[in-house]
């Protein structure tokens, strides 16, 4: 009998402590209505392809991550001429990095639905670290992360110091994910 109520104390332990460890963290995947931008005087534009996961726990931040992938060959500047020239060595070099990288390293709450997300940008090989401030939002099995931020165009060596191009470009974002 002491055997058994043993063997029964254990089995409902772990059923017990199994309940709290086998809730999944919501996973979800960038839908392509995203939107961003990148603003100036001059040049502005947007990049059309972007994909990556979002791992999101609102009870428990040191459990989310931000793994996103921006096809620089997709920006669209409004100008043909300009769009292919953000394509060479001296802008994007978009041979050889076709992609900018966003990795996260952290998320801190602001407000009631308000994160900074700090990470690692990459660009042409270069990896600085940022804050992104973002709003978010849930309905149903979407979420949504929209906001600014600025990066020094300089820092991973997109163009050359210029009268004519500010150094800090203003980036607009708007990341709608669904669950997956």
Request: hydrophobic share 35%.
């Amino acid at each position: 009998m002491k055997n058994l109520r043993i063997t029964l104390l254990t089995v409902f332990s772990f059923l017990f402590l199994s309940a709290f460890t086998l809730i999944a963290l919501e996973h979800y995947e960038v839908t392509q209505d995203f939107s961003l931008e990148f603003k100036s005087k001059d040049p502005s534009g947007s990049f059309k392809k972007m994909e990556g996961q979002i791992e999101f726990d609102e009870k428990d931040l040191s459990k989310c991550s931000f793994d996103l992938k921006i096809d620089v060959r997709s920006i669209s500047t409004g100008n043909g001429m300009m769009t292919k020239k953000s394509q060479t060595p001296e802008w994007f070099d978009a041979v050889k990095y076709p992609y900018a990288k966003f990795k996260s390293t952290k998320v801190e709450k602001k407000d009631a639905n308000t994160y900074n997300i700090f990470g690692n940008l990459t660009i042409k090989g270069i990896t600085k670290p940022v804050t992104v401030p973002a709003t978010y939002t849930k309905a149903g099995n979407k979420i949504t992360l929209k906001g600014t931020f600025f990066v020094n165009r300089l820092d991973f060596k997109v163009g050359k110091k210029s009268e004519a191009v500010p150094d800090q470009m203003k980036v607009n974002f708007e990341i709608p994910a669904l669950s997956k």
